[in-house]
């Protein structure tokens, strides 16, 4: 590119790649460490997030609470790795992302690997991305 | 509200609310009618569906052809009732809503009734709201 074009201002499919993966990488972060908090950090404040129960929660500090109960409990010392199979800018500043989750539960009921596929809803706000709607689906097969 | 105070141009909650009733509508009629064509036709050529099996169909054309395929067979004659929770402008023209869905089987191995929530992200094109991602779970309690 020559100097005298400037980077077009949109979001080019690298970016949203990169996004996702930079909130997909502190969401793994966060659940390998147990920290509710810092897992509903990256949330918006009025994101919606729906489990693999079905269960709706609506804003972060319910995001960030149900997620601590969960690390707390059912999967306490369980660890998690996301890999995101599409990311896709569908507006300035919005990024819809689908990604692959491996869950390892070391002990307890619900022992053993999980894995399922979320939709990721990312906005931008204040140079920084946020999620705003997260939802997460069991893969069928070892239900 | 002052006439000399023109609406605001963004979206209003009333109109989030509205994109996702008749976005809901569509998709409620495309299955009572077992039309599969009809049911992709709001999506956009990009949309991601990640079904209650947690599978990801990529593009228009796969979410017609998938739900072709069980209008055909193992949710014949079915039908569904949808509804709105919440919805949300996270950005211009583009609207996150979480909806209940309701199916009722009348006959075969997954007769009777069903329950799940799904989040829906709806974009406007050319004046009219489309569905990008689209991403069902089953309730929990039913499974």
Redesign the interface.
């Known amino acids: 590119m020559s100097i005298t074009q400037p980077p077009a201002k949109s979001a080019t499919s690298s970016d949203s790649t990169s996004a996702a993966g930079e909130v997909l990488a502190h969401l793994e972060r966060a659940w390998n460490d147990g920290d509710g908090h810092a897992f509903g950090a990256v949330f918006t404040e ?1 994101a ?1 997030f ?7 929660h ?1 804003g972060r500090p319910a995001i960030a609470a149900g997620h601590q109960g969960i690390f707390d409990s059912i999967y306490r010392g369980s660890t998690v790795s996301y890999s995101a ?2 990311a ?1 800018e ?5 990024v ?1 992302a ?1 990604a692959g989750g491996r869950l390892e539960a070391p002990t307890g009921p619900l022992q053993g690997v999980h ?5 990721l ?1 990312l ?1 931008e706000r204040q140079g920084t991305w946020a999620v ?2 997260f ?6 097969e070892q ?1």
């Open positions: 009025d919606d729906v489990d693999i129960r079905g269960d709706h609506a199979e599409s896709r569908v507006a300035p500043g919005v819809v689908v894995r399922s596929h979320f939709t809803v906005v705003t709607a939802q997460n689906t069991l893969l069928m239900r």
